[in-house]
């Protein structure tokens, strides 16, 4: 499949596949952001996508991000018809302050 897109700002980075066989798009944030421990944070990708006829998106989680940083994502449904930024929304399950995550690379999967 491939995925129908359009840039929403300067800032938007093309979904990117991480090779010929993978399930998804790779997503980058447009912005830098910081997770507080224990908080969420919905970060914006300045793109925008064309899903086919009687299909949806789903924003999944990278086992990298879960293992190394303690970040899900969760929300992670874009329906046929959505045609806005598309955000993933980020958790931080650690309470350690010195923990902050400075994210530049979204590491989410678009299924």
């Known amino acids: 499949m491939h995925l129908r897109?359009?840039?929403l700002s300067e800032?938007?980075?093309a979904p990117t596949k991480g090779s010929?066989?993978?399930v998804g798009y790779d997503l980058y944030s447009a912005y830098d952001y910081t997770?507080?421990?224990m908080e969420k944070v919905l970060v914006k990708t300045d793109i925008q996508i064309a899903l086919p006829?009687?299909?949806y998106g789903r924003v999944a989680p990278r086992s990298g991000l879960a293992a190394k940083h303690f970040i899900d994502v969760g929300a992670g449904v874009?329906?046929?018809d959505y045609r806005g930024n598309v955000g993933v929304v980020l958790f931080l399950f650690t309470n350690v302050l010195c923990c902050k995550i400075n994210l530049i690379k979204v590491d989410a999967?678009?299924?």
Request: with cysteine; glycine share 4%; hydrophobic share 45%.
């Open 5 to 7: 897109f359009a840039r």
């Open 11 to 13: 800032h938007a980075t």
């Open 109 to 111: 999967d678009l299924l």
């Open 78 to 80: 874009i329906d046929e």
């Open 35 to 37: 997770v507080p421990p």
């Open 20 to 22: 010929a066989r993978a």
């Open 53 to 55: 006829s009687g299909c």
